[in-house]
């Protein structure tokens, strides 16, 4: 408690062009090793770059999202290194110029709504892949993803410990998935995080020496690296040692993280403009066209929920976590015509337990919006209770009766039993059955009660109307 964590994260969305961001060479996933490489991405001589506007055009779409500043002109440089997935001996990148600065992104905390400052987002191309395990002895390199367009995104130190940061990512994620620039597919590399980590004595406003944690392709993984790094960097403090600025790699196995080079400062890579690319310069009207081509986003659309809906503010949060749940829930509303609310709770509730299950997305979802409501429907007219309700949700689920759960509700026979007189025959025949629990009630046990009522429900198989039965129960225990 005597220590803050503080954090600051880089993430790499591969941008969602056709194409790599200097040549014409296909970005699809899973092809056979260096089938996607032309002769601009193995660094031929003679070969010259030739930058994808696309990827341009969803970096402009990615500032704009985040209210940053567009910058006019931005520069390309080669950032030198070597490695043998790097067949140029450089990437090409941005760093003294970036196309996009300065922004902020909001995140929902336990204690709030917390915004977080974007240092830059910058252009730059992907290396290619080093393969260790099916050569013995040996590795293979994999050079589909050289040149595979990216977006770094670079966020400043304002993330308090591991909870703060995947709060960051995930919402980060659900925003490139959002505007279209991005897929997020984490298991394919699409969205991949660094996490800078340093410790500090709460309340000194001096930075730690950080440790950066490369290639964290999970949520789950970054919380867990960044609460290691933090444990190991405290532990060292407080035993006298002190932390050394490196690069680091975080092992699931062994749920801990590990040295892997000493932290290169910006100098040791020795940047200069690449000499193959001109300035990118952007106008104002390149800028604005691409304004108007951009989504609802998601700040704008939960507000619009909760005025519109009438939704609480943490429902709307839930409701915009995605686009497709978003568009699900406005769908849903839209055909049901009245009641938002209980639009809002089963597509919260039911309908998002099933996609857990099921591991998919509401667009994949079997039961349409307008399936939703039509259930919903029945629930608000009193045809059927909302109990029963979830075993019409699952039969849909499952195709039956074509979807339709009128027609469901009819073969099952499932109609809620609304007519007092036979509502007050089930009462009479379960007070007759359980004198004990109507002493009890009588006696001030207000759990009798419940059980009088489970047991006209049971006798009713689920299809008792529960208002009309709590009120003639009522009535004949006076």
Known sequence: MNWEIVVGIETHAQLSTQSKIFSGSSTAFGAAPNSQASAIDLAL??????LNRGAVERAIRFGLAVGAVISPRSVFARKNYFYPDLPKGYQISQYELPI???????IVTPEGEKSIRLTRAHLEEDAGKSLHEDFHGSSGIDLNRAGTPLLEIVSEPDL?????????????????RWIGICDGNMQEGSFRCDANVSVRPRGSDTLGTRCEIKNLNSFRFLEKAIEYEARRQIELIEDGGKVVQQTRLYD??????RAMRSKEDAHDYRYFPDPDLPPLVVDE?????????????????????MRQYGLAAYDAHSLTASREMADYYEAT?????????????WVMGELSAALNRHEIGPEASPIAPEQLASLLARILDGTISGKIAKDVFEALWAGECGGNSDAIIAARGLKQISDTGAIE?????VLAANPRSVDEFRAGKDKAFNA??????????????????NEVLKKKLG
């Open 45 to 50: 001589p003679g070969v010259l770059p030739t």
């Open 100 to 106: 996009v600065v300065g922004g902020a992104l909001a």
């Open 160 to 176: 308090r410990g591991a909870a703060e940061a995947v709060a960051y990512a995930r919402t980060l994620h659900a925003l490139v």
């Open 252 to 257: 699931p196995d062994q749920g801990e993280t």
């Open 285 to 305: 009207a390149w800028i604005e066209r691409v304004r108007g081509e951009l989504p609802e986003l998601p700040e704008a659309k939960k507000a619009r929920f």
């Open 333 to 345: 509303a839209a055909a049901l015509g009245h009641d938002p609310k209980i639009a809002a709770n």
């Open 425 to 429: 025959a089930l009462v009479d025949a």
């Open 452 to 469: 009088l009522v489970g047991q006209v429900m049971k006798a009713s198989r689920g299809q008792a109307n529960p208002a009309q039965v």
